[in-house]
T-cell receptor, first 113, second 118 residues
Framework: AQSVTQLDSHVSVSEGTPVLLRCNYS??????LFWYVQHPNKGLQLLLK??????LVKGINGFEAEFKKSETSFHLTKPSAHMSDAAEYFC???????????FGTGTRLQVFP | GAVVSQHPSRVICKSGTSVKIECRSL??????MFWYRQFPKQSLMLMAT?????????EQGVEKDKFLINHASLTLSTLTVTSAHPEDSSFYIC??????????????FGPGTRLLVL
């Protein structure tokens, strides 16, 4: 079965410093992987997705993620955090041959001035 | 971009009453819509998959008679929480997928509906 594990429930960074949100996946096939962001009282927004094309995926708002099969990882990064990046981030995998998305437990990103 | 709306954004109701939540795809047709539930500080749990013109498929442990789903058109799905009880209080989120989109996995999410049952 497919699953994702988000290794940190909370991450705190200072504004202007790099962001790293970690995600490991488990899948018996080449998965489709996503990162979604959820701001308070707003809907989930797709940041980026990996679908077996380039392993380095660039998303919106300066985020990117790298698919590493050898490490079964799909970590989300951003070179310089902004206050507006404070939110909940979900790593998501698409289940094989179904429409279902399987969500990780989420990582809350705090950005300090 | 693809926009999905939900109505109402929040609702408070008395125990025993029923509540209907609407999910609309505003600028695209969605053959498939999904309903999720999110408890405070937790992840999203898929409740059911709704296909236009057919019965919804419920996840294990979700009572289909409790959570009635109707997907009558390509732009509208509704979730009705019947005889709501305080334990049904939660954040309900819908999502929609493009009809015929290449890379079918991408879902576009609504802003959610916060239900509080007193």
């Amino acid at each position: 079965a497919q699953s994702v594990t988000q290794l940190d429930s909370h991450v705190s960074v200072s504004e202007g410093t790099p962001v790293l949100l970690r995600c490991n996946y488990s899948s018996s096939y080449s998965p489709s992987l996503f990162w979604y962001v959820q701001h308070p009282n707003k809907g989930l927004q797709l940041l980026l997705k990996y679908t077996s094309a380039a392993t380095l995926v660039k998303g919106i708002n300066g985020f990117e993620a790298e698919f590493k099969k050898s490490e079964t990882s799909f970590h989300l990064t951003k070179p310089s955090a902004h206050m507006s990046d404070a939110a909940e981030y979900f790593c998501v995998v698409s289940a094989l041959n179904t429409d279902k998305l399987i969500f990780g437990t989420g990582t809350r990103l705090q950005v300090f001035p | 971009g693809a926009v999905v709306s939900q109505h109402p954004s929040r609702v408070i109701c008395k125990s025993g009453t029923s509540v209907k939540i609407e999910c609309r795809s505003l600028d695209f047709q969605a053959t498939t819509m999904f309903w999720y539930r999110q408890f405070p500080k937790q992840s999203l749990m898929l409740m059911a998959t709704s296909n236009e013109g057919s019965k919804a498929t419920y996840e294990q442990g979700v009572e289909k008679d409790k959570f009635l789903i109707n997907h009558a058109s390509l732009t509208l799905s509704t979730l009705t929480v019947t005889s709501a009880h305080p334990e049904d209080s939660s954040f309900y989120i819908c999502s929609a997928r493009f009809a015929g989109e290449w890379g079918r996995e991408t879902q576009y999410f609504g802003p959610g509906t916060r239900l509080l049952v007193l």
